[in-house]
């Protein structure tokens, strides 16, 4: 059997790609009647190929795929590669198409939402942050107009209007979060014409493995304005001045830490002689807990950066700045105390919705990324999601080396810069993966010491993102980036423009070191994935050392080894062992989504049963009915002495406030619980029964109190000015809202476990 052709064939555990391979031929034989045909017959041809329902037909696929790459290659000027309608097929057929990077996935990712549009549905591309979503939908639009369909993007900044247009097209762009804080905003309208997204049908998945996997259990939060939280100065000018093991201690993992009883008595004094533990005010310990919590685990550049005079989060995953996102209101008010920076608007949380919960909205989900094969069994699991590995177009030519071992971090970051100044004589161009903000702008400071010059990609600087790294393959350069998922532009050796590619290919191409490998294997191969695009040479390396967090926290054993005079370890046991740490992380991750999911299922199902009746309030007069039913007297004098309508819309207004109240009030219960529970429960039963067994019967009376709760309102409506003031009766939406994201790794243990200290009192010891 040819290379070519075993290739194509794909591998075992993935799905089988020769039902695909094998009408390649015919595709490619109805390219030469296609290229006869004016633009106009080609869009005909295209939106002839509506007249039926999905699945395409096998004729109708090769139909569809011919006269896709026909149009691409009219309108890009790029003709789809045979592995990218391969892709193709595989998005149809609702699989994530594992795709190298550099192989166009765009491309692949356009025809198949094309080819579910001319079919009737509506397709959501999803992507990882506003740019991509904007710069993918803006490219790929002549290709959609030739075939027909519409497309719209949406970013942050669009209007209400924008959104609803965008929404209105075949095919919308949009940022995961940015989609995801729509639907919670429309789930609280009082007016069904508000509403911006439609009913879901097809969401196509950018970047599959980070959302599905890595941000599935992060919530998307709306948060509505409430009384403000004030930051407690004087506590982080008491927690400054602790000192750590004396003071306070941290645990293994960095998630946790504890107050020593020396610290308690130097707490106790600097506060005046209060006492901690005093039952009388168990108002301080919170504080101090809070306080401790932002000064010692979350650090400035590492977890948050300081910007414009406010405290802005990384998001962990992906390195970058999340716009308007914050910790919970007693957590960022304590960060904010210890930077010293003002407070911000504190709020409540009106809703939230996991990544997970928001993409299993859609019927038909599909995705693509460079690294799927490793988390199959996590996508088969939680989405039902199959993944077809789609072979590269040129073969993969990389050199991935194995991983160098050291005993400290000096010696490992000496071993990098001297790699590095090995490398870089030669022109070579060189990208560095870190494992965070402020790791990278250490090491690209060691490197200027070392006469290197290097250009940091990190979260201080993701306007020039894009930029940073369409140039990070010219001759002679030097990257520093944090992890590499969702930085969604292609390294082209010699540059954007390509110039200079023949020098750079001679050097070698790029070579990707990592410092550090990361909590699991797929985000490594995402960084090397970053050299060898389309068949260009390049070399891999990563750099690990025996006080990386990764082995620290997950090898069974750190100490015991030998080291050469550069303080090497070359021995083949020890090398396994930071394999064998990243697979116990890998677990740990897997376990903990596991978790979170488990949770959300019983908070989605309670949620839904709330929205279905939401729906019917908001849109067939539910709400009315119920009132009439329940204060008939009340509900027939003022339809007399208003109007029916009138009498309808306060119904209405009031039964979706009650529910709406009723739920954001059940969402603070269930988040408590859960947060509580592990603590009550460790070790003894099954938290997650537990938080079932509490959380269903407080469920049971939902409807019906809110229900109760919206007549009462309603009997005592006041009538100003010859309309019904539901003001009156308190019923008024949040002055302001505003949306975030909770990044739940690492702090939601930490957060646990902080909560359920501040509960539990002195000496509870955290969850895993
Ligand atoms: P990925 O997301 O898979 O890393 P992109 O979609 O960003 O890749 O595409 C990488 C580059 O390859 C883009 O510059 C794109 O224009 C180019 N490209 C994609 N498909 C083709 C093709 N069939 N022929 C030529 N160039 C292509």
Redesign the pocket.
Known sequence: MAESVRRLLGKPGAVDLRPYTKLLPAIEAEEEGLRELSDGELTEKAIDLGYAELPYSQNDLVSLCAVGREAARRTLD????DV?LLGVMALLDGHVAE?A???????AGTLAAAGFALRGKRVHVLSVNDYLARRDAEWMGPLYAMLGVTVGSVSEESTVDERKQAYGCDVTYAAVSELGFDVLRDRMVTDVDDRVVPEPHVAIIDEADSVLVDEARVPLVLAGAAEAVAADVEMADVVRGLKPRLHYEVDGEGRNVQLTDAGIDAVEKALGGVDLYSEDDTSVLPQVNLALHAHVLLQRDVHYVVRDGEVRLINESRGRIALLQRWPDGLQAAVEAKEKVAVSQTGEVLDSITVQSLVLRYPTLAGMT?TAMSVAEQLREFYELEVAVVPSNKPNVREDHGALLYATREEKEDALVAKVEEIHKTGRPILIGTQDVAESELLAERLRAAGLESVVLNAKNDADEASIIAEAGTYGAITVSTQMAGR???IRLGGSDMTDRDRVVETGGLFVMGFGRYPSSRLDGQLRGRAGRQGDPGDSIFFVSMDDDLLVNHAPETTGYKTTADGEITDEGWLAMVDHAQRVSEGQLLEVHRNTWRYNKLIDVQREVVLEHRELVLSSGQGDRHVAADRRERHEELVEELDADEVARAAKLITLYHLDRGWTDHNAFLSELREGIHLRYLGRRDPLDEFNREAVPVFKGFLDGARARAAESFEELEVVDGELDVSSVGVKRPSMTWTYMVHDHPFSSALETLVGRLKGGRGTSNGD
């Not at 990077?101 to 491309?107: H, S």
């Open positions: 790029e003709r789809p590669f990218q795709m990077t550099g192989e166009g996935k765009t491309l460079g969604g532009t292609d």
